[in-house]
């Protein structure tokens, strides 16, 4: 445990946190070690790899409001207008997100003395990231409805987005 809390590379905390989860699988501390990959993943922009241990997190602690908002960001960020799943990959970073507002108050996890003020910094920046998150997804939701309305005629399309459809007139739009 405390070469794995030593350790800044995420790959390497995450093996051992396997490694501990598999030795002591009713350890409380397997979700901090996960926690830990988690963050490391999130701070080398590693997308895949930080939403798999935030779902490793969720999976120990399914209220945990730092994970709840990490995988729910990485989610909505991931999702594409073209993905065929996307209205149940934005649904389920929403349920993530509103989970996260509800459970901030009552399910982090803060070193022992930390003054409160800090307490309640970190409690103010989860909530704030969730709405964000919330936002985000209802703006590309809207955007995307909007896309399809303008875009239910080739003329209308390529004067509102760079889309280039082929014209009977000749050339094609520009």
């Known amino acids: 445990m405390e070469s794995a809390a030593a350790n800044t590379d995420a790959a390497a905390i995450e093996k051992a946190a396997d490694d501990f989860a598999a030795k002591f699988p009713d350890s409380e501390l ?9 963050r490391l993943y999130q701070n080398a922009n590693n997308a895949d790899k930080t939403e798999a241990t935030g779902r490793k997190v969720l999976s120990l602690d399914a209220d945990n409001p730092e994970a709840l908002v990490i995988v729910a960001e990485v989610i909505a960020e991931k999702t594409r207008d073209s993905d065929i799943d996307k209205d149940q990959r ?39 990231q969730a709405y964000s998150i919330l936002g985000t997804i209802e703006f590309r939701k809207r955007i995307s409805r909007e896309r399809r309305i303008i875009c239910r005629s080739p003329l209308t399309c390529t004067l509102a987005t760079p889309i280039r459809w082929s014209s009977s007139f000749g050339a094609g739009a520009r």
């Open 30 to 38: 397997r979700v901090l070690l996960y926690q830990t990959a988690m």
């Open 90 to 128: 934005f649904g389920e970073a929403t349920s993530l997100a509103q989970k996260a507002t509800q459970t901030v108050d009552t399910d982090i996890s803060v070193p022992a003395g930390a003054p409160q003020e800090k307490i309640d910094a970190y409690k103010a920046l989860l909530r704030s």
